[in-house]
């Protein structure tokens, strides 16, 4: 089955920085990938997902890019601000449109 | 928060007792989800279906079963809780036209003692 692996764990950033939180997945045949906030106590919020198709999309301060060759993808987070701070997790969506995450980073933005 | 409610929102049982979750959408989508998330795993899917009485295993299914007699319902049950079962089970949906996004419920919490 498919594998997601994330890193991050954590990570820790001065408001204003840029976050960058990598993801692996080992199934070649993988053609969405989502990324999900949540924040302390709350359900995961899609905030950015990516098809196989593309290369790069962004979303104002948030962008993901996906290199297929490598089964790697990234979301990059300019201008970090205190309410960016959650964990953020990747997914890859596979056979039968069952969706595997990662096992999330936690952003945390400094003051 | 796209129509998703899930109940209860907190739970506690003890070991060796039946318990059933209720996930329930008004968005009338056809595919529906259960996860579970556990610290350092991130969130696992448990089972998934794509219609009504239509229903299929996911990645750590064990100990679980589901039941969709209607499309707004969607319904876990833990047959014999153990401790193991001790986490928080979030409930998705994703419509037929876009069936790849999926939208998750507030979650419920539960503790099995």
């Avoid at chain 1, 969405?32 to 593309?54: A, C, H, M, T």
């Avoid at chain 2, 409610?5 to 259960?34: A, D, F, I």
Wanted: glycine share 8%.
């Amino acid at each position: 089955g498919e594998n997601v692996e994330q890193h991050p764990s954590t990570l820790s950033v001065q408001e204003g920085d840029s976050a960058v939180i990598k993801c692996t997945y080992s199934d070649s045949a993988s053609n969405y990938f989502p990324w999900y906030k949540q924040e302390l106590g709350k359900r995961p919020q899609l905030i950015i997902d990516i098809r196989s198709n593309v290369g790069e999309k962004k979303d104002q301060r948030i962008a993901v890019t996906l290199n297929k060759t490598a089964k790697h993808f990234s979301l990059h987070i300019t201008e970090t601000q205190p309410e960016d701070s959650a964990v953020y997790f990747c997914a890859a969506r596979h056979a039968g449109n069952m969706l595997t995450f990662g096992g999330g980073t936690r952003l945390m933005v400094k003051p | 928060d796209a129509g998703i409610t899930q109940s209860p929102r907190h739970k506690v049982t003890e070991t060796g007792t039946p318990v059933t979750l209720r996930c329930h959408q008004t968005e009338n989508h056809r595919y529906m989800y259960w996860y579970r998330q556990d610290p350092g795993h991130g969130l696992r899917l448990i089972h998934y279906s794509y219609g009504v009485k239509d229903t299929d295993k996911g990645e750590v299914s064990d100990g679980y079963s589901v039941s969709r007699s209607k499309t707004e319902d969607f319904l876990l049950t833990l047959e014999s809780a153990t401790s193991s079962q001790t986490s928080v089970y979030f409930c998705a949906i994703s419509e037929s036209g876009r069936k790849e996004t999926q939208y998750f419920g507030p979650g419920t919490r539960l503790l099995v003692l």
